[in-house]
């Protein structure tokens, strides 16, 4: 079913939409080619003993360079918001929301090979999810998440072992495609002592703080724990996997 939506023009003419005028228009010129989700990474997150289906292989990160919209690095998925479950272009419905109903982003600094690998690894985790060959939930504004590591593999005493996803405040944080809506999770990394304050005083107060320190949008894995108006202890099960 999914390889025949992918060989339909209304399909495709999602997909162009999205990445030939929605994007270029948010973020600047788009690079000529994309990195797809290794099948690798979808056996690790999925389980290695699952079929992988083709079409999960057309889930890319689009890596954006600087230019004339935003002077950081962003990394961008493309195929989340593709209406996978549609059988026909009348099933399509512009009020609701298009496919899972959001693409990621991640902002960096400089340019990032493990912004690529974050984002490929919530691919897969978001692709079972979504075609229930694994639990969790679908992931949304305000959701938290330890990556039971440093972010960055290579930098292995980084603090930052968590994600908040945050609404995009220097660009629009929803687009429209012919098929529905779509939110722009914008992921910025955090410490074990933010995610405690979150989970004390709200994430909308650890959101501010974090743009007020310039821990965000931009995530960077050497940056201390930020300033905190109070220290909270993480409950025991989280702190294990911080």
């Known amino acids: 079913m999914i390889i025949e939506l992918l060989q339909r023009d209304w399909f495709e003419e999602i997909w162009r939409e999205r990445e030939e005028k929605i ?15 290794p099948v690798e990474t979808l056996r690790a997150i999925l389980g290695y003993e699952k079929e992988i289906d083709n079409a999960w292989l057309h889930y890319a990160v689009i890596e954006v ?24 272009k009348a099933e399509l419905d512009r009020n609701s929301y298009s496919g899972y109903g959001y693409e990621m982003l991640l ?18 985790y978001q692709i079972g999810v979504y075609f229930e060959q694994t639990k969790g939930k679908l992931f949304q504004w305000g959701d938290w998440m330890p990556l039971n590591g ?12 968590g994600m908040l996803l945050t609404r995009p405040r220097d660009i629009s944080d ?24 979150g989970l004390y005083k709200g994430f909308d107060r ?10 965000a949008p931009t995530t960077d894995p050497t940056r201390p724990v930020i300033s905190l108006p109070a220290q909270y202890p993480l409950p025991s099960q989280l702190a294990e996997r911080f």
């Open 23 to 37: 994007y270029p228009k948010l973020f600047g010129s788009l690079p000529p080619t994309v990195i797809p989700v």
């Open 65 to 88: 360079a600087p230019n004339e919209k935003h002077e950081d690095w962003i990394y961008v998925t493309s195929a989340f918001s593709q209406p996978w479950k549609a059988e026909s």
């Open 107 to 124: 902002r960096t600094s400089a340019r990032a090979g493990w912004a690529v690998d974050i984002l490929h690894r919530l691919t897969a």
């Open 150 to 161: 440093p972010i960055n593999s290579e930098v292995a005493d980084s603090p930052v072992r």
């Open 174 to 197: 929803r687009f429209e495609l012919t098929s529905g809506q779509v939110d722009l999770l914008q992921i910025v990394g955090i410490t074990g002592p933010e995610l405690a304050y």
């Open 206 to 215: 650890l959101e501010n703080l974090l743009f007020e320190a310039k821990a």
